[in-house]
């Protein structure tokens, strides 16, 4: 049977109807996804500190091993390894002193620093010099032979490296002789030696240097070069 216009009418009505309907749950889905926040995290992390473009003939003397970031990802990160974290710090252009400077965290992928400020470091820059010293021997008590007659560092001269203040407290550079020893026809024996030079020998150790102060302590922020020394002695 033949739907009468009225049918036909009523069958618009019900299939417009079901397309309102399923527009309207498509906007409302749309509408809940915009407005519903997605689940994240926070957590407090350290990042180390790098320092970068530090200028020729400067060196770093202090600055602080890491700062405390605060970070923010999907849920699902919270296990993302944060070893990579660091924050970096630009030294172009400085000058020797101390320096306010801004440390510029790099998360890990998929991760972002929330911030509530510059995070702000304080870095110190001094100028790299270098110095010689004479080398001065101290023999160990168990090495020291009785009738020592000459000793001979070689080299009997190193350079010191390191921050200006550093070097500058730098009094002294001291070969310590301690551990084994070798021994060797003295190396200015000749044909004709006396059987008394001829009895005399040798004796060498390798010798660490120590870059000392006025009072005797160590300055550990200085390199000597070269570290180590060959100290010959000689005795009859």
Same mark, same amino acid.
């Given at each position: 049977? !033949?739907?009468?216009?009225? @049918? ?9 109807? #079901?397309?309102?309907? @399923?527009?309207?749950? %498509?906007? +409302? @889905? ?9 689940? !994240? ?9 790098? /320092? ?7 060196? %770093? !003397? ?6 405390? &970031? ?20 630009? #030294?172009?252009?400085?000058?020797? @002193?101390?320096?306010?400077?801004? +440390?510029?965290?790099? $998360?890990?992928? =998929? ?5 509530? =400020?510059?995070?702000? &470091? =304080?870095?110190? &820059?001094?100028?790299? %010099?270098?110095?010689?010293?004479? /080398?001065? &021997? ?5 090495? +020291? ?28 550079? /001291? ?5 084994? /020893?070798?021994?060797? $026809? ?6 004709? +030696? !006396? ?13 660490? #240097? #120590? ?26």
């Amino acid at each position: 049977m !033949t739907p009468t216009a009225s @049918g036909w009418k009523e069958i618009s009505m019900r299939a417009l109807a #079901l397309c309102l309907a @399923g527009v309207i749950w %498509v906007v +409302a @889905g749309s509408e809940k996804s915009r407005t519903t926040p997605a689940l !994240t995290f926070d957590a407090i992390r350290d990042a180390t500190v790098v /320092v970068k473009n530090v200028p020729q003939g400067m060196v %770093v !003397t202090q600055v602080p091993s890491s700062v405390t &970031v605060r970070l923010r990802g999907a849920r699902g990160l919270e296990t993302a390894s944060t070893a990579e974290i660091v924050a970096v710090v630009d #030294l172009a252009g400085m000058t020797p @002193g101390q320096h306010l400077l801004t +440390a510029e965290p790099l $998360p890990p992928s =998929g991760l972002e620093v929330v911030k509530s =400020g510059a995070i702000m &470091v =304080g870095v110190t &820059v001094e100028e790299l %010099v270098s110095a010689e010293f004479d /080398v001065e &021997v101290a023999i160990g008590p168990d090495l +020291a032979p009785e009738g020592m007659v000459r000793v001979n560092p070689a080299p009997c001269r190193v350079r010191v490296e390191g921050p200006a203040a550093a070097v500058g407290s730098v009094s002294h550079v /001291v070969a310590l002789a301690l551990g084994s /020893v070798e021994e060797a $026809p003295a190396e200015d024996e000749d044909e004709g +030696a !006396t059987p008394g030079q001829m009895a005399e020998q040798s004796q060498g150790v390798v010798a660490t #240097l #120590l870059a000392l102060s006025d009072s005797g302590e160590v300055v550990r922020s200085v390199e000597v070069y070269p570290g180590e020394v060959l100290v010959r002695w000689e005795s009859h």
